[in-house]
């Protein structure tokens, strides 16, 4: 995955994720990866986000969804 604040990749497995409806983000998911717990917890109190792991994604995702909170919609 792309680290959010450079160009640098990072293993997805290993990296922090941040979870906050104020990221803006290319897929509109609200979620960004940093390299570090430190960087992480910094993005979290700024976004009022949380932080979650790798394996925890798909219940991120879904619970969005199922909110209604999914920013992208096919269009008509």
């Known amino acids: 995955v792309r680290c959010y604040g450079s160009s640098q990749w990072l293993d997805a497995q290993q990296a922090f994720f941040v979870h906050s ?19 992480a917890r910094q993005l979290a109190d700024e976004m009022h986000g949380r ?15 199922e909110d209604g909170l999914s920013e992208t919609r096919p269009s008509k």
């Open 21 to 39: 409806p104020q990221l803006q983000t290319p897929m509109g998911c609200g979620l960004a990866a940093v390299p570090t717990f430190a960087e």
């Open 51 to 65: 932080i979650v792991r790798f394996d925890e994604l798909p219940k991120v995702i879904k619970s969005r969804t």
